[in-house]
């Protein structure tokens, strides 16, 4: 599949990550701040926010601007490969 993977009308899916609890305080802080107009912030839509723009980040550096390729498997649980 190329092309944007957040299209409009795409199904939410629930995931467990895990961040510090810091992180996610300040998170909540912010999601709870701008609630209101104009924002109309949630914890929802602060983490795809900045997980589209971290997703663009590395796209831009490492595949010049393309989505990646799609993985033949799932992701294995543990310390992250060694480079």
Do not use: W
């Not at 961040?19 to 609630?35: F, G």
């Amino acid at each position: 599949m190329s092309g944007n993977h957040d299209r409009a009308g795409s199904p939410k899916v629930r995931a467990t990550l895990y961040v510090s609890a810091d992180m996610l305080e300040q998170a909540r802080d912010a999601a709870c701040y701008l609630a209101g107009y104009p924002a109309r912030m949630t914890l929802t839509k602060l983490v795809e926010n900045a997980l589209g723009a971290e997703l663009a980040r590395l796209k831009e550096r490492y595949n010049a601007g393309k989505d990646f390729p799609r993985r033949d498997e799932d992701l294995k649980g543990g310390r992250p490969i060694a480079a």
